[in-house]
Every structure is written in C-alpha cells, then in structure tokens.
C-alpha cells in the first residue's frame, strides 16, 4: 500500500464544517486521549445527522466490545489489508501492539489470501486462534457467511453474543475501509487516539 497520492475527495472538516458543538466534543475527546483528532473523524463528522449515531455503534464493537482485544485488532487489521485500507492499518497498528499481537503477527495479517502461514511468537494470540480468526475473517469477507465448519469453529471460542459480534465487527470495518478509500481520508502523522484500550 502506498500513500495517496491524489487529494481527498472529501477533505477533513473544521468548526465550521461540523459545528461548534462536535468541533468542541472532538478536541474534548482528542485531549482526554492525549491525541490529535484522527482524519477520519474529521472526515465522518462532516455528516452531521449520521456521526453520532456511527460513533456510538462503533464504539460498541471497538474499544468497548466484548471480544478479547487481540482478536478484534487481528481481525480489523485483516480487513484493513483486504480492503487496501492503509489509513485502517495505520490507526490500528499501535491498538494491535497495545492488545499483545507481536510485529510477526502484525505484518502476517498483511499476507496472501489463503495459504496464510503463522508467525511465532504470536504474542497474546496463539497460532491456532490467529489462523483461525484470520480465516473466517477472509471467508466472510469473500462470501458474506460463513460455512458451518467454521461456525463450529468460532462456536468453541466465543459465545453466542460474541459471534454475532464478530461478523458485525467485520462488517463494519469492511464499511469504513471502504468509506476511507472512497472519500480519499489523509494519513494522520500519527495514529490518532491510540490509547483506546
């Protein structure tokens, strides 16, 4: 993935695009979190009506769900490659090592579509989990379900408010990567409120 090199279709918003009230909320949020707003609020938040509604669904898969956090980062990070979501990649990098995925793993989550073999050491994941998250992350994503196998598969892991969990957290971030590509969203010079979790 490189750099865009074209300027962004939609372009990041300030106070007079979102309006004080959001305007005053984001640097609230950025200063709790000792961080600058990321791009991509400043992108979304140009949809008045829409943000906060977004933004409190979000919030609910990531950082407050209910899957472990080093499988949720492995599975944004996957979608974030399938999708050719640098800016998704970059944003969640510092949250995947924070979670205890190792670099081998981070960079592993970049690999080809099928064949994937597993790094070690996996750091807070094991390989079998990884492998496995991974997989039914890359079959959703091809197929929009997922085969019974694997549905047995994540049935040992996760609960049942887990595995709908997990499909709707694929298929949100499959949204924004494809909302960030579209709209032409601007690397932040740092990932932006990586203290999430």
């Known amino acids: ?25 984001m640097r609230v949020m950025a200063r709790r979190y000792k961080a600058t707003v990321p791009n991509m609020m400043l992108v979304l938040a140009r949809h008045r009506r829409m943000f906060f509604p977004w933004l409190i669904f979000a919030s609910r898969l990531m950082p407050n769900g209910t899957l472990p956090a080093c499988d949720s980062e492995l599975v944004i990070l996957r979608v974030g490659h399938r999708y050719d979501s640098e800016y998704e990649r970059h944003q969640h990098t510092p ?3 924070r979670a205890g995925l190792s670099d081998a793993v981070i960079a592993w989550t970049a690999g080809p579509v099928g064949g994937l073999e597993i790094p070690s050491p996996c750091g807070s994941i094991d390989s079998d989990r990884a492998l496995l998250l991974a997989n039914a992350t890359d079959e959703l994503l091809d197929s929009h379900t997922l085969s019974d196998d694997t549905w047995a598969q994540l049935s040992a892991i996760y609960r049942e408010h887990q595995l709908i969990e997990f499909c709707m957290l694929v298929g949100h971030y499959a949204m924004i990567a494809g909302t960030l590509n579209a709209a032409g969203v601007p690397l932040d010079a740092e990932a932006g409120l990586n203290n999430l979790r």
């Open 1 to 25: 993935m490189s750099a865009p090199t074209k300027p962004p279709r939609i372009a990041p918003g300030g106070r007079a695009e979102l309006g004080a009230v959001t305007w005053t909320i």
């Open 95 to 97: 949250l995947a090592r």
